[in-house]
């Protein structure tokens, strides 16, 4: 009924597989053997590394375009979450600077040089940390301020109006070893 094949794999210590397969009823056997060979030739290898080190200054001018425009993305969307969380803590008027700032910065995200959004993202942090203090030294003035504790006078008595007495003691032991 149904064909019986054995089939064995070899694999050497180069990488190189060698496959067989036997039919056990006719005694038939197939071999093949696959090499871990490129297709690229020494010259292709050799091209491509030239090439990747032809344009590796301009990667690395492309990567720092891509890193600057996220970074500035990120700080819109930081500015905003704090303007959404905040806005009722903020003046007015930082409110719209901070807006001004952050409308200035996405519109030349899109178009604007890598210069252009660095300055633009440097000024909106400088800004951003401003009303940042601003608004937590406000929330600061409007805590109370601590005052001495309720049982403590500020001149060191004692509470309910008791005397404090300064004084020396020596511990003694009970084996009366001192």
């Given at each position: 009924g149904v064909p019986q094949i054995e089939v064995t794999f070899d694999i050497?210590?180069?990488?190189?597989?060698?496959?067989?397969?036997?039919?056990?009823?006719?005694?038939?056997?197939?071999?093949?053997?696959?090499t871990s060979g490129s297709n690229m030739s020494k010259e292709d290898i050799d091209k491509a590394?030239?090439?990747?080190?032809?344009?590796?200054?301009?990667?690395?001018?492309?990567?720092?375009?891509v890193d600057t425009k996220n970074e500035g993305e990120n700080l819109c969307y930081s500015v905003e979450?704090?303007?959404?969380?905040?806005?009722?803590?903020i003046e007015p008027s930082d409110k719209s600077e901070l807006e001004g700032r952050v409308?200035?910065?996405?519109?030349?995200?899109?178009?604007?040089?890598?210069?252009?959004?660095?300055?633009?993202?440097?000024?909106?942090?400088?800004s951003l940390y401003g009303v940042s203090e601003k608004m937590y030294k406000n929330a600061a003035a409007q805590q109370p301020q601590p005052g001495p504790a309720p049982d403590q006078g500020a001149s060191g008595q004692?509470?309910?109006?008791?005397?404090?007495?300064?004084?020396?003691?020596?511990?003694?032991?009970?084996?009366n070893n001192q």
């Amino acid at each position: 009924g149904v064909p019986q094949i054995e089939v064995t794999f070899d694999i050497d210590a180069n990488g190189i597989v060698n496959v067989s397969a036997q039919d056990m009823a006719t005694g038939k056997e197939q071999h093949i053997t696959i090499t871990s060979g490129s297709n690229m030739s020494k010259e292709d290898i050799d091209k491509a590394v030239r090439e990747a080190e032809q344009y590796a200054a301009e990667d690395k001018k492309r990567r720092e375009e891509v890193d600057t425009k996220n970074e500035g993305e990120n700080l819109c969307y930081s500015v905003e979450k704090f303007l959404k969380d905040n806005g009722d803590k903020i003046e007015p008027s930082d409110k719209s600077e901070l807006e001004g700032r952050v409308s200035d910065l996405r519109g030349k995200l899109s178009s604007g040089s890598t210069e252009e959004i660095k300055s633009l993202s440097e000024a909106l942090q400088k800004s951003l940390y401003g009303v940042s203090e601003k608004m937590y030294k406000n929330a600061a003035a409007q805590q109370p301020q601590p005052g001495p504790a309720p049982d403590q006078g500020a001149s060191g008595q004692a509470p309910n109006g008791g005397n404090v007495y300064d004084a020396e003691y020596k511990d003694v032991d009970n084996n009366n070893n001192q």
